[in-house]
């Protein structure tokens, strides 16, 4: 009874949360036709059995379809498929050959941000071929904070993602559901689910900027319990925001 009681609670936390951020950023209307990008990771299967949830309830009525873009590098998705069926919601898997072009023949030494390109490029052209408007991206706040501190520090921006925001290349509104949502939370819902998550076969995984800022957040928050808390609350409240201005 006690694992039972956990999924709802898990899931009934981040419902919650996904339906603030629905309501106040206006993430999703009546009739669109949301692909979720599916990497079979953790993050993008728990906003695949949210969004499945949210359905049932929400105010505004969606479709939903599962959509993984395999890379090529030899991962196995077929539980993947099984817990889409689970959901009564279609998945298309579409093969490419993304992780020969970044690994062999351009030998990326930083591969996740050509990687995200090609990989988004691949969605949007399933998505117009199945009608879909919307793609919804399973960004959770703790990556909202990476991201802050990726662009500072490698790029020498203050930016980060969008909770919502339309690419006029594709004509695809990308959409972030999770986007108040700790990483923690979604982590106890993969488990409390079990969750078919599929293991990144990516040479790349563990070993990325992306990874390093990780740690330093976690090492940061050690010595500063509210420090990330603090950063994520700066970064979706702008108004608080006091910058040089010349």
Not at 47 to 66: G, V, Y
Request: overall charge positive.
């Amino acid at each position: 009874m006690q694992p039972l009681y956990n999924v709802f609670m898990t899931l009934q936390k981040i419902l919650s949360g996904m339906r603030r951020a629905c309501t106040e950023l206006n993430l999703i209307d009546d009739s669109d036709s949301i692909a979720v990008g599916v990497s079979g990771g953790k993050d993008s299967l728990a906003l695949l059995a949210a969004l499945a949830a949210f359905r049932r309830f929400s105010p505004q009525k969606f479709e939903l379809t599962a959509i993984t873009i395999d890379l090529g590098l030899g991962a196995d998705y077929t539980p993947v498929k099984e817990f889409c069926d689970s959901l009564s919601v279609p998945y298309v898997l579409e093969s490419t050959d993304i992780g020969d072009v970044i690994f062999n023949v351009r030998k990326e030494k930083n591969p996740c941000s050509l990687c995200s390109k090609m990989r988004r490029g691949a969605l949007a052209s399933v998505m117009q071929k199945l009608g879909c408007n919307k793609l919804a991206l399973g960004h959770h706040a703790d990556d909202l904070a990476e991201t802050f501190l990726l662009s500072l520090f490698y790029e020498g921006r203050l930016s980060t993602f969008a909770p919502k925001a339309y690419m006029s290349r594709s004509g695809v509104t990308v959409i972030r559901p999770l986007i108040y949502i700790s990483e923690a939370d979604v982590s106890a819902l993969a488990r409390d689910m079990k969750l078919p998550v599929v293991h990144n076969p990516c040479p790349a995984n563990h070993n990325t900027q992306r990874e390093y800022v990780k740690k330093l957040i976690k090492n940061i928050t050690a010595d500063i319990p509210i420090a990330k808390e603090r950063m994520i609350s700066a970064i979706t409240h702008p108004e608080r925001n006091n910058l040089w201005e010349k």
